[in-house]
């Protein structure tokens, strides 16, 4: 079975986690806490060098990592990756958006926010990520206003990059309100087959990080 490392409050897992639940693909999920500095132990590092989360141990051995490369590896031959190079194109400029302007920002002011100690140590470093991650939304928000999805005229892993931390835009300070087309994407989304909320874990079977290396 694929094993998916990572916990249930990152957006990047949460992308996996959703690809994962669309194509079919069973998963058990290794719980790695950012907070508690596992992505970095030795034990991870022998299995992901880069030390982050996600990564995703195939059956045979290999080792996936970088949430952008796993939803492609996972959604290549799927209606989730146009077959035209052009919407290939279209797909992988929103999902570098993604991670460049989007995830950088938007994730960052929610960590610094509600999961590190002292917070208010980070008060300056989330003032000046602030404007950067309003006009990411304001990005999507001009061109969900055009088209109903991000980068083709269906749901593209393009929407599921960007879904999980525009949803959870609040808990870095936004009102979803003032995003109009954003906020009907989003429910678009949530209606595609086989949808995944976030916070929520869509494995078969979930063992936590001690457990799983002690054994392995």
Not at 164 to 177: H, I, W
Request: overall charge negative; charged content about 20%; some cysteine.
């Amino acid at each position: 079975m694929v094993t998916l490392f990572g916990n249930l409050e990152s957006g990047n897992v949460h992308k996996v986690q959703m690809i994962l639940r669309r194509v079919g693909v069973p998963f058990r999920r290794v719980d790695v806490a950012q907070t508690k500095g596992e992505p970095r132990s030795r034990a991870f590092l022998q299995l992901n060098p880069i030390g982050k989360i996600p990564a995703v141990l195939l059956e045979d051995g290999d080792v996936l990592s970088e949430s952008g490369a796993i939803l492609y590896y996972f959604a290549h031959d799927t209606p989730l990756w146009p077959r035209d190079l052009r919407s290939q194109t279209e797909v992988l400029r929103w999902m570098f958006f993604e991670q460049y302007s989007h995830e950088p920002t938007l994730s960052v002011i929610r960590y610094l926010t509600h999961y590190v100690e002292e917070p208010q140590r980070y008060a300056e470093q989330v003032r000046q990520l602030l404007p950067k991650a309003r006009h990411a939304l304001a990005v999507m928000e001009r061109c969900l206003e055009r088209s109903p999805w991000i980068a083709a005229d269906g749901g593209t892993v393009a929407d599921y990059a960007l879904y999980p931390y525009t949803r959870v835009a609040g808990e870095s300070g936004f009102d979803l309100a003032e995003f109009p087309a954003v906020t009907r994407w989003l429910a678009r989304v949530e209606a595609l087959p086989e949808f995944l909320p976030m916070g929520v874990d869509g494995a078969v079977e979930t063992v936590g990080f001690a457990a799983y290396f002690s054994s392995s």
